[in-house]
């Protein structure tokens, strides 16, 4: 014996009721739009043709970071800073060396007081060297980072800037895959050259 739904089931679906589930079906949710407020009419998938574009947009940081004309000034800025300390660093490994060489060539000849007191003084030069190489990094890393974050934030504006006259809806930072079409690195780096130029 047969449901009394089973009737209802088998009756053939109208023309325009299998168009609107075949429009459904293969066109999938990214069509189906909330109504305007206050309306309480259900979204037509047809309609979904009228809705607005989505464009995305994708930016390279580290094209940024690396091409810009703000970033390579700020390199160059910390290459100078550091510099004289680098340089200090430089010679005092070069100290380093030198004694432990004279000690090596030397230690049969030296008395024993003598070689106490190299092998004291070459204690506390790598103790220097390692204490001030430590400090050198740290300190170039530190204001590695504040420039990184300084002009990423100016960035960041400028590629505000850039997607709101580009029309787009979202801009990525991070992307396994991007097609060249929706990256625009290069219009950033433009707008921020041109921008820094101005000041």
Do not use: W
């Amino acid at each position: 014996m047969r449901h009394p739904n089973d009737a209802r089931a088998a009756m053939p679906m109208p023309h325009a009721a299998r168009l609107a589930l075949a429009l459904t079906l293969c066109l999938g949710p990214a069509l189906v739009h909330a109504a305007p407020t206050g309306s309480t009419a259900a979204p037509d998938p047809v309609q979904g043709a009228s809705a607005p574009h989505l464009r995305v947009a994708f930016v390279d940081t580290a094209r940024i970071l690396r091409d810009s004309t703000l970033a390579k000034a700020a390199s160059r800025k910390l290459a100078q800073d550091f510099e004289p300390r680098r340089r200090k660093l430089t010679e005092l490994g070069q100290r380093i060396e030198l004694l432990r060489n004279r000690l090596q060539d030397n230690t049969v000849t030296m008395s024993d007081d003598q070689r106490m007191q190299a092998q004291q003084q070459l204690a506390d030069l790598n103790r220097q060297f390692r204490d001030d190489q430590q400090a050198f990094a740290e300190d170039l890393n530190a204001q590695r980072n504040a420039d990184v974050s300084r002009i990423l934030d100016e960035a960041n504006a400028v590629v505000d800037q850039v997607a709101r006259r580009m029309g787009c809806s979202i801009v990525f930072q991070n992307a396994v895959y991007v097609n060249p079409r929706i990256d625009i690195t290069s219009a950033v780096i433009h707008a921020l050259d041109t921008q820094k130029a101005a000041h």
